[in-house]
Nanobody, 116 residues
Framework: QVQPVESGGGWVQPGGSLRLSCAVS????????MAWFRQAPEKQRELLAD???????NYQPSVKGRFTISRDNTKNMVYLQMVNLQPSDTATYYC??????????WGPGTQVTVSS
């Protein structure tokens, strides 16, 4: 099990950009597929993008072309570059293993607010 801590959120205007970072502690980070999730108020947490240990990525249609997930296995870091943000992207963003249990360890998340 890994222990992630997210950072980099904030307030941006529509069309703006943010880069989220996730510092991950725990054994075997480099071998674990990782993902970014988000949860908007009164909605379920959803997986946005994932990345394998080798760097292969997948995206949900709602963020494909706007969000880019990456990782640095030498630093135990996962990143999410977000461009052309829209109000519908407002949520708390989390990173975790792809297979993380909803009842497992989750970091504090980082809040992203997109409004004019």
């Amino acid at each position: 099990q890994v222990q992630p801590v997210e950072s980099g959120g904030g307030w941006v205007q529509p069309g703006g950009s943010l880069r989220l970072s996730c510092a991950v502690s725990g054994l075997g980070f480099g071998f674990r597929p990782m993902a970014w999730f988000r949860q908007a108020p009164e909605k379920q947490r959803e997986l946005l993008a994932d990345i394998t240990s080798a760097g292969t990525t997948n995206y949900q249609p709602s963020v494909k072309g706007r969000f880019t997930i990456s990782r640095d296995n030498t630093k135990n870091m996962v990143y999410l570059q977000m461009v052309n943000l829209q109000p519908s992207d407002t949520a708390t963003y989390y990173c975790n293993e792809v297979a993380a249990s909803p009842l497992g360890f989750w970091g504090p998340g980082t809040q992203v607010t997109v409004s004019s």
